[in-house]
Each structure stands twice: as structure tokens, then as C-alpha cells.
């Protein structure tokens, strides 16, 4: 697969950049080369990492979800929990990764601040104010492919500023320039289906990134794509984030995947979900997927936040599987030491 | 990659060659071989039926026979039948067929669509729809003919009540059906729910749709026929039944054989139409659509 031109530029600071952003605080407060907006904080009390947190600059952030609970009605008539009392703070800017086992309600904490679902109580909340609908400074990026698959590429990547009433050519010629940003230019009259995955998801990337959204949700975009693939994507992400710095919530389940991207990492419970922990990935960036996480101190946090996210998976692979925890639990112990930090694997 | 193609020797090509040869040629056998069968088949029972015919095993009064609907069909092309022109008798039904299937066809996808997209209007409207279809479409007929009299107006509004159910449960069902992330994903790209409906639910209905097209329009044509049997001034249907009252077996046949032509003329094209709307699937997904 052919490398971005409009990302290529990020890896190439990166080594010489490691050593400078190591000393500080890095990944946050030290400017990169397109860098407009960067206050990066954490929410204090949340904070488990060494050095805490620089207090929010004026103390709204992005995205922001206070004690929000969400139940659904099942088809039996029963009531589902899937979140309770979630406390979530991403500061504009700020890469937030949420991971958590399956089912623990991790995209329905898009749902809420996309404005897709409404919390049961609580509150979501986008730059202070509740969310009431569709926030037209929201972009979402779905874990299936929800490119439309009758329409040309071309026309996928037009389809947001054609919604918003953009004219026709100034959309085409918006949706030109940002399939070359992601490396698709020729391929603009190919349907879905004609392209690779990886390609379909560059094609996601554009439509979502297309409206320059100041909050962007990420629910799994990566997760059908095979590892190769999936870093060189995640590579391009970062490169795209950089231009525009929208604050982003990452869902995963890949605790590399998150560790990699984020700013940010929140473990939420086993569902109903609730945040558990959150962590500051102090890593350097410009990063550059593929070589980060042989870090040391990528190494270091995938511990950290394993053995945290840990008790979690294992309650919920027991509970799926209907074993006692304790059968469930040795067996992902082993899974989870054996895929490590460095390696490719999934857990 | 490249780098094994080079070394690979040039016996590959040739096997490959030869093989694609060999593929070519049995195909080429197997498509002379199907043709053969079906031309046999065509023979022995159109031979079959003008020989009974003409021995007398077939009561030619009766029965009819090839050669009696082949002359059939040329005075009829040639001077005329007695409610006009054979092209007047077949533009009058071709007229109340394609207004029936586009009247019932939009209605149907309109409908469809709405009660697809809003529960509550499904909930209220289940059961005058399953009222409706559960009345047999045939016995309507004769209400459109009291209704809307002998011309052409009753017969439409037959083809519309056969069309619009079968394209309606299909519109229902395809709307139904959509993505959730499509529609997800457009409302978050800043799509109306009228943008919503018109760019997202409808092409991705057009699956379903286009599907029930090709029953729907046979329905149409049932719909125009059985009208003008019924009671009409002109038409195929009213062709065929002047035929039977005069115990004309040949001219009941002749009128089968053209409306059979316009069926599959129209069957042509909506299956171009077909391919057309839904070009964007994978071709292996319509390609089999079109086969039968």
C-alpha cells in the first residue's frame, strides 16, 4: 500500500524528535510543526499517572459525559444497563482511547455525545453546553463500513458538505483534495467494493474528516483490518489528526491500538460500564505506530494498563462463556502475557 | 512476486493457454449442446400438436393447431380484428398495463418507504393493509367495472391494486432492511431525514424493489387482461374472449403468444433497467439475478 503524502512528513520528525519530547511531558504541551490548538489536560482526580495534570485553561472541555447512564429496553421486555455514572472529560484537542471488554457498553459513549442516542440520566455535554442531536461539529467514524456502497468514491467523500448544503463543485473539488490527502487520488469513480479494506476505511476517513469536525468518534474503525494495514491506517489517522486536532474518542478493544494513538487511556468496567481508571500516555509525538510500541515506556504502560483492564476482560469472558471466573481467568492470563506489549497480537 | 514470475519457465504459459483453450471449447459444447435440446423440445411439441392436428388425434375445433394460429395471427396483423387494428387492440392494453405498474409501482415504493421509516404508521396501517391483500384481486374487477364503466380507467385500477401490493411488502421490507450505520452515518454527515430517506434508504431499498419489479409487472399485465375479459371495447384481453365466444381455439392462442411477446419484451427491460439501478452491487451478486 502506497504511504500519504500529507502523513509521510510526521515519521520523518519523529526519531529526531523523541529525545527533546522525552524530557517533558511530552506528547502534550511540546508544539509539533502544525500544532494550532494544543492544551492538553487531564481531569485531576482522574489522573493516576506520575506528574498529574496542568489544570484545563479555562476549564471546558470538548466532550464531556457527567455521570451519564444509559439503559435500553430489550426485545423480552427487560431493562439493559449499558452504562451507569460514566464520568468522561476529553479536552478539545485531546486523543482519548477507551477500551474495555466487550460489551461494557464502550460505543454507546458515542452514541451519547454524537447525539445519536440520548442518555437515560446524566448528561453529555459538547464544549459546556448538552447535547440535543445531531452536533454538526461531530464526526463519526463507524466500526462496519458505512461508506455508501452505490455511490463512487468520489462522490462518498462529497456526500458530508453536500448534506450541508455546499454546491456541487465546490464539494467535488473539496472531496478531490481530501482523497489525495488520503492517498486516493485515481480513485475516485471506483465503487466500494472494488476497493481493499484498508482503502474502504481511507475512503471512511475522508467522509468523516471531510467536515472538519471538532470532536471526532472513532467506534473500532480498524478492528476488520488486518494488522499490517490496520498500523499503516492508524499511521495515516495520526497524520490527519495532527492538521486539524479535532478532540477524539477512540473506541477499542486493542490496548496496543489505544496506547499507540491516544493522549489518553479510560478502562471501563465491565458493563454495566463505568470509567474504572483512566491513564496519560505520556509518549512522544509525532509517533509512528509500527515502532512506538518498543518503547520502553510504551512497554511500561500496556503493563500498567493490562493489569488494570485485566479483572475486567476476564469477568466478562466468564460471564460470556458461563465458566467460573477463576477457569476463564488463567487462560486469559496466559493469552494476555503471550500476545505482549511488542507483539502483533490480539488479545 | 515479479521476481517468480521471471523464473518460472515458459511451460507454465503454455499449460495455462492450453487449459484456458480446453475451458473455452467445453463451454462452447456444453452452450451448442443446451441450444440443441431446447430447439428438440420446440419441435416435438410444436410438430407434435400440428401433426395430431392434422391426423385427426387433436379435435382440430377444439385444440387448434400451429398453422391455424399462424394465419390466425396474420389476418389479424394483416386486415385488422373487429374491434380495430391488432396494433390498436395491443397499444390499448400495453396502455392500461404500464399505467397500472407505474401508478401501483410508485405508490407501492411511496408507501413502503413511509411506513418503513415511521413505526407508529405501520403500527396503525397493519391491518387495513392486511385486509386489503387478503381480498382476492381478481373479484375487484368487476367492482372497477361498475365503477369506472367498459374504457380503459377499470382496467388500470385492477393492474394498480396487483402491482401495489406486491411492490409494497418489498418497499416495506427494504426499508426495513437498511443499514442502521448508513443512516447512522448519513445523519452524522449532516444529512435531513428527507436526504435521509431519498439517498440512503431508497437506493439501499432499490435491492428489494427492483426485485419485486419483474413480478409486479407480470401482475400488471394480469391486471389489464383479466379487465377487458371481463368487459371492454378493446384490448388483448377482450381479443381473447371474443375468441372463446366464438369458439375460436386458434385466435384464444394467437392472443397468448403476443401478450407472452410483450411480457418478455417488458421482462427485457426491466432487466436492463435492473442492472441499471443496481450497478454499484458486486457482479456477482446482480449477475445471478439476471440469469432467470
Known sequence: MRQVPATSAAPAADTRDKADRARGRCGHA?????????????????????????PPPDGVPAIELAAATKRFRTPSGGVYTALRDLDLRVE????????????????????????????????????????TGIDPRVGFMFQTDAVFPWRSVLDNVAAGPRFRGMGKREAIDKARDWLRRVGLSGFEDRLPHQLSGGMRKRVALAQTLINEPEILMMDEPFSALDVQTRQIVQNELLGLWEMTRPAVVFVTHDLEEAIALADKVVVLTVGPGTVKDTFTVDLPRPRRVQEIRMQPRFVQLYERIWTCLRDEVELAYARSAGTAPADGGVALEKAGSASGPAGEGQH | MAAETLTRPGPADTDEATAARAARSRRRNRRLLILGAQVLIVVVVIGGWQLGAE???????????PSGVVSQLKTWFSQGTATGSIWHNIAVTMQETVLGFLIGTVAGVVLGI???RFRALADVAAPFIKAGNSIPRVVLGSIFIMWFGLGPSGKVALAVVLVFFSVFFNAFQGTREVDRNFIANARILG??????????????????????????????????IVGEVLGAQAGLGQLIEQAQENFNANGVYAGIIIIAALALIAEFLITRFEMRVLRWRPSELSGDAAGL
Not at chain 1, 494550532?36 to 481531569?43: A, I, N
Not at chain 2, 391426423?55 to 393447431?65: E, I, N, Q, V
Open chain 2, 114 to 116: 413511509l411506513l418503513g
Open chain 1, 30 to 54: 511540546p508544539a509539533g510543526p502544525v500544532r494550532p490548538k494544543v492544551v492538553l489536560t487531564e481531569v485531576n482526580d482522574t489522573v493516576r499517572d506520575a506528574g498529574g495534570g496542568t
Open chain 2, 55 to 65: 391426423r385427426g388425434w387433436l379435435d382440430k375445433f377444439t385444440y387448434g393447431s
Open chain 2, 191 to 224: 444529512a435531513s431525514e428527507w436526504r435521509v430517506t431519498t439517498q440512503v434508504v431508497l437506493p439501499s431499498a432499490m435491492t428489494w424493489i427492483v426485485a419485486s419489479l419483474h413480478a409486479a409487472f407480470g401482475f400488471a399485465l394480469i391486471g389489464a
Open chain 1, 92 to 131: 478539545p484537542g485531546e486523543f482519548c482511547a477507551v477500551v474495555g471488554p466487550t460489551g461494557c457498553g464502550k460505543s454507546t459513549t458515542l452514541s451519547l455525545v454524537s447525539g445519536l442516542e440520548a442518555p437515560t440520566a446524566g448528561q453529555a455535554l459538547i464544549h459546556g453546553k448538552p447535547v
